[in-house]
């Protein structure tokens, strides 16, 4: 699956961004979605989930209550709604597409498909 992420951009500390990440060829309605993000000379970090049903989602506890992913199935896209943004927020966002279609695993761990990144700076 090819994905295309978008969205991101320059804002202050307290105010919000949605991304947003279209996907193409693999059936997106059965893949479980995620985004990650890396800031500068930091390991890439997992941010949020959503399951190919859109029914279950988790959330890494430093976005837990400001981030909001979401899934539009008949679009191909999934989106994050970043809200209170903090400087610490500041990264390259990216989504990524698990590997299994229809995975029962909750979490799933194994995202093998990738978008080019979109730049999220956050300023003080």
């Known amino acids: 699956v090819q994905l295309v992420e978008s969205g991101g951009g320059l804002v202050q500390a307290g105010g919000s961004l949605r991304l947003s990440c279209e996907a193409s060829?693999?059936?997106?309605?059965?893949?479980?979605m995620g985004w990650f993000r890396q800031a500068p000379g930091k390991e890439r970090e997992f941010v949020a989930t959503?399951?190919?049903?859109?029914?279950?989602?988790y959330y890494a506890d430093s976005v837990k209550g400001r981030f909001t992913i979401s899934r539009d199935n008949a679009k191909n896209t999934v989106y994050l709604q970043m809200n209170s943004l903090k400087p610490e927020d500041t990264a390259v966002y990216y989504c990524?597409?698990?590997?299994?279609?229809?995975?029962?695993?909750?979490?799933?761990?194994?995202?093998?498909?990738w978008g080019q990144g979109t730049q999220v700076t956050v300023s003080s």
């Open positions: 990524a597409a698990d590997r299994f279609v229809y995975n029962r695993n909750w979490p799933p761990t194994n995202f093998n498909s």
């Open positions: 060829g693999r059936t997106f309605s059965g893949l479980s």
């Open positions: 959503i399951r190919w049903s859109g029914a279950l989602t």
